[in-house]
């Protein structure tokens, strides 16, 4: 069955004529009553009781109440997908937890007032979880501290980081190399690019085989580095907001490896729902972040 078929056949039971249906959709009679016949030879009924004014048949009173769901689930999806239509449905987003803490608040607070439709499902965990996910088609965009993602994935820098040292006691300065090997970090699961910040911090300062304590949640390793169970390598950014929490210090981390960049990761532009075009418009773009959205390979 066509949609256009569908449509003709509601205005033929609306208007009780098929000279009104074809002046209601700007089309000629003849192209009413053919597809009319079409609908009937395809179905193996008849639909319409030729009278004035015409009207539908119990099976086409039946036809029609599956006709009307057809052709507004119709018209919804192509409203979706209009540049100026409003987003509906659901936009599923991944973030690191320090991102998910610091930088997601406002903007999903933002995004949910101005487009109230649009139900946000947001899912945490590290940057190679994430990515994978993205790759399985579970996510539709991810916030992660990535630099290769593959082919399939675009990559657009969002946020500037300064990664800390955070302790419980002072850090006048970074640890030596023998207190270094006997003082344990918390970090997450591997995956996590933080963590990697900390594996070659270590290496850089000859500790062959770190101590790492992984955790799930980033409540969890900032209690336990201010309870003095490790050290831990954090955005200032999240250290910042646990401060009135918890008593924690830090230390800022050589430029080299210091300075990272979270980028939000989504599949080709082309390929972008509604949803995900509002949700990308509405994001930050940091001032010498370059191209807006590039594809990495």
């Known amino acids: 069955?066509?949609?256009?078929s569908l449509e003709i056949f509601r205005a033929v039971v609306d208007t009780g004529s098929?000279?009104?249906?074809?002046?209601?959709?700007?089309?000629?009679?003849?192209?009413v009553t053919a597809h009319i016949k079409k609908l009937e030879g395809e179905l193996g009924a008849?639909?319409?009781d030729r009278r004035n004014p015409v009207v539908a048949t119990p099976a086409g009173r039946q036809l029609l109440a599956y006709a009307s769901r057809i052709v507004e689930l119709h018209d919804d999806a192509l409203a979706r997908f209009r540049p100026d239509g409003e987003p509906l449905g659901e936009l599923r987003l991944g973030s690191m937890e320090t991102t998910a803490a610091v930088?997601?608040?406002?903007?999903?607070?933002?995004?949910?007032?101005?487009?109230?439709?649009?139900?946000?499902?947001l899912r945490t965990g590290t940057s190679g979880e994430l990515i994978e996910a993205m790759r399985?088609?579970?996510?539709?965009?991810?916030?992660?501290?990535?630099?290769?993602?593959?082919?399939e994935l675009a990559l657009r820098p969002v946020f500037r980081e300064r990664l800390v040292l955070v302790s419980a006691r002072p850090l006048p300065a970074m640890p030596e190399r023998a207190e270094l090997l006997r003082t344990p970090f918390l970090a997450f699961r591997q995956g996590c690019g933080y963590r990697r910040t900390i594996e070659l911090?270590?290496?850089?300062?000859?500790?062959?085989?770190?101590?790492?304590?992984?955790?799930?949640?980033?409540?969890?390793?900032?209690?336990?580095?201010?309870?003095?169970?490790?050290?831990?390598?954090?955005?200032?950014?999240?250290?910042?907001?646990?401060?009135?929490?918890?008593?924690?210090?830090?230390l800022p981390l050589p430029d080299a490896l210091g300075q990272v960049t979270t980028v939000v990761a989504t599949p080709?532009?082309?390929?972008?729902?509604?949803?995900?075009?509002?949700?990308?418009?509405?994001?930050?773009?940091?001032?010498?972040?370059?191209?807006?959205?590039?594809?990495?390979?």
């Open 1 to 4: 069955m066509l949609i256009r």
């Open 18 to 31: 098929f000279s009104a249906a074809a002046e209601r959709l700007h089309t000629v009679q003849s192209n």
């Open 46 to 48: 008849h639909l319409l």
């Open 103 to 121: 930088h997601l608040p406002g903007l999903l607070t933002a995004l949910s007032r101005r487009w109230p439709q649009l139900a946000v499902h």
């Open 136 to 151: 399985a088609g579970q996510l539709d965009a991810a916030f992660v501290a990535a630099e290769d993602v593959g082919e």
């Open 201 to 250: 911090l270590l290496a850089e300062r000859r500790v062959p085989a770190p101590r790492i304590h992984e955790f799930g949640s980033l409540d969890a390793i900032v209690g336990c580095v201010s309870a003095g169970m490790g050290l831990a390598v954090l955005p200032a950014s999240t250290v910042a907001q646990y401060r009135q929490r918890f008593d924690l210090h830090t």
């Open 268 to 297: 080709p532009p082309a390929s972008w729902s509604r949803a995900l075009e509002v949700f990308m418009d509405s994001l930050p773009v940091p001032e010498d972040a370059g191209p807006a959205m590039k594809e990495v390979g």
